[in-house]
């Protein structure tokens, strides 16, 4: 089979659209979908409605390709340590989470949950010791009249430690 110049418009194409959909060339995780909320811990302006958690929190470790920083997040009995709770969307959604985890100390779980209590929630456990992309294996329905909180927990009953960055809530469907 031979290639004639006009063919290779139809082969970059699929490369193309693969790069102008990524917010940067490094930043496909491969969770598609659009965008929610998103944010690399960078400074205090990133913990801005987030509760939990405070400058303090903000380390000089980073995820591969990440900026400068990334969140601590450590906590006693109560949880969730940190979380941060959206309005309702007013149109009904799926959506799931992802982000680098850094598991310091037994590691930690990040999630999401509808509404004011766990019952309706999808997560996924960080253990690595190193820094790993990981996301949720299912996602979550978001009714339109709902709030959605994104959540970490990282300790508890015994002490634990984790390091969180690059955290992206996305639609689905």
Known sequence: MSLRHSDFGFLLLPLLLLVVSCEGPLDCDGSGGVT???????????????????????????????????????????????????SPPGKGRVVSVECYCKNLLYGGSVGLYIG??????????????????????????????????????????????????RLKVFAAD
């Open 116 to 165: 004011a209590v766990f019952s309706q929630s999808v997560s996924f456990t960080a253990t690595d010791t190193t820094w790993t992309h990981y996301t949720c294996e299912s996602a979550i329905r978001w009714p339109a009249d709902s709030t959605l909180t994104v959540y970490m927990i990282s300790g508890g009953y015994t002490g634990s430690a984790m390091l969180v960055d």
């Open 36 to 86: 929610v909320y998103r944010t690399s811990f960078e400074s205090e302006q990133d913990l801005v409605g987030w509760q939990g958690i405070t400058v303090d929190d903000l380390r000089d470790d980073h995820a591969p390709h990440g900026d400068k920083r990334s969140l601590f997040v450590s906590g006693g009995c109560l949880v969730p340590h940190a979380s941060l709770t959206f």
